[in-house]
Nanobody, 123 residues
Framework: QVQLVESGGGLVQAGGSLRLSCAASGRSISTYVMGWFRQAPGKEREFVAA????????DYADSVKGRATISRDNTRNTAYLQMNSLKPEDTAVYYC????????????????WGQGTQVTVSS
């Protein structure tokens, strides 16, 4: 079992930045693909970014491409999501997730989830 805990969310003005962290415990995530998803009120959970187990390959949703950077530190058993130039439409609960296998954008393919961290961007 992998337990995931997100942190780093908060209230930020439009144009600002946040760095979200996802700390894993229970087992090493070094062989897991790590993903970030978000869910706004009344909307479905959507893919934000994913990173390969080695950290060498990453994917991004078009809505955050150029503004987000996903990374990981397997020695710390932690994944990160750096978000810059934040927009009000980025407001959502952000979740990290883990899966074995390839990088995919469907939230249904991820086995382990954190509890989420709220990001609110004011205009």
């Amino acid at each position: 079992q992998v337990q995931l805990v997100e942190s780093g969310g908060g209230l930020v003005q439009a144009g600002g930045s946040l760095r979200l962290s996802c700390a894993a415990s229970g087992r090493s995530i070094s062989t897991y693909v790590m993903g970030w998803f978000r869910q706004a009120p009344g909307k479905e959970r959507e893919f934000v970014a994913a990173i390969s187990w080695s950290g060498g390959i990453s994917d991004y949703a078009d809505s955050v491409k150029g503004r987000a950077t996903i990374s990981r530190d397997n020695t710390r058993n932690t994944a990160y999501l750096q978000m810059n130039s934040l927009k009000p439409e980025d407001t959502a609960v952000y979740y990290c997730a883990a899966r074995l296998g390839g990088r995919v954008t469907s939230h249904q393919a991820y086995n382990y989830w954190g509890q989420g961290t709220q990001v609110t961007v004011s205009s």
